[in-house]
């Protein structure tokens, strides 16, 4: 079992940038690849970003390339997501999750969402 905490939302103008965290509890944090996902109002969850149990690869949905980076640091249970050249259409909450696969689909466990606003 994996508990996930998100931090680090907020309201940002066009063009800032944000930092979102997210915590795990247990100490199989490394067994885990991890995904960043959003979702906005009246659309469907997204992916974002994904990092494998090592960090080594990564992976962004296209929206997002070049804009933000996934990281993680296994030895404080936490992977980030850094957001720069933030834009309006990036408003969404922001999910973290976990997963035993690094892959862009199939993830086992859920942060509660951190609600990221960017405004014109």
């Known amino acids: 079992q994996v508990q996930l905490v998100e931090s680090g939302g907020g309201l940002v103008q066009a063009g800032g940038s944000l930092r979102l965290s997210c915590a795990a509890s247990g100490r199989t944090f490394s067994s885990y690849a991890m995904g960043w996902f959003r979702q906005a109002p009246g659309q469907e969850r997204e992916f974002v970003a994904a990092i494998s149990w090592r960090g080594t690869s990564s992976d962004y949905a296209d929206s997002v390339k070049g804009r933000f980076t996934i990281s993680r640091d296994n030895a404080k249970n936490t992977v980030y997501l850094q957001m720069n050249s933030l834009k309006v259409e990036d408003t969404a909450v922001y999910y973290c999750?976990?997963?035993?696969?690094?892959?862009?689909?199939?993830?086992?466990?859920w942060g509660q969402g951190t609600q990221v606003t960017v405004s014109s």
């Open positions: 999750a976990a997963g035993v696969a690094y892959t862009r689909e199939r993830y086992d466990y």
